[in-house]
């Protein structure tokens, strides 16, 4: 059983930065490949970053590449994710997943706006 659980998200102006975290528990986390994803009003689901059990590969959407940074810390069990310059198209809430698997947090909302 693994329990994700995300913060950070928050109101913010275009241009600024947010960093999400997402802390997971169990012993699972450490050996999987984990992710961040997105859901708009009224959209779908969907990927913005993924990471791998080590760290040493990422993966990002097109829509944030250069933008956006997923990393991660094994010894404390949470993902992150810093998100700088970002823009109104960026609002929506924000999920963690462990890639593969029906694990995912409740989401923390993100919203950028004057």
């Known amino acids: 059983q693994v329990q994700l659980v995300e913060s950070g998200g928050g109101l913010v102006r275009p241009g600024g930065s947010l960093r999400l975290s997402c802390a997971a528990s169990?012993?699972?986390?450490?050996?999987?490949?984990m992710g961040w994803y997105r859901q708009a009003p009224e959209k779908q689901r969907d990927l913005v970053a993924t990471?791998?059990?080590?760290?040493?590969?990422?993966n990002y959407a097109d829509s944030v590449k250069g933008r956006f940074t997923i990393s991660r810390d094994n010894a404390k069990n949470t993902v992150y994710l810093q998100m700088n310059s970002l823009k109104p198209e960026d609002t929506a809430v924000y999920y963690c997943?462990?890639?593969?698997?029906?694990?995912w947090g409740q989401g923390t909302l993100v919203t950028v706006s004057e």
């Open positions: 990471i791998s059990s080590g760290g040493g590969t990422t």
């Open positions: 169990g012993n699972l986390f450490k050996f999987s490949a």
């Open positions: 997943n462990v890639v593969g698997t029906g694990y």
